[in-house]
């Protein structure tokens, strides 16, 4: 899968307006824009803050 050229946005561009309206246009883009935020934030927050959840997989000396 090859990003879109020119022609291709323009036309996806295009389609997007006739959907949504001129008028509406930037109330979707702020909506998907807080919506991408909020889910990085989420991301952020989702992740353990230490090491201590990962599983130590190195073999002990039994013999010691």
Do not use: C, H, W, Y
Request: net charge negative; no cysteine.
């Amino acid at each position: 899968m090859s990003i879109p050229n020119l022609p291709e946005l323009m036309l996806i561009l295009f389609v997007v307006l006739l959907i949504f309206g001129a008028g509406k246009l930037p109330d979707v883009a702020s909506s998907l824009g807080k919506s991408i935020k909020e889910f990085r934030t989420g991301l952020q927050v989702g992740e353990p803050a230490n090491n201590d959840d990962k599983v130590d997989n190195s073999k002990e000396d039994v013999n010691a």
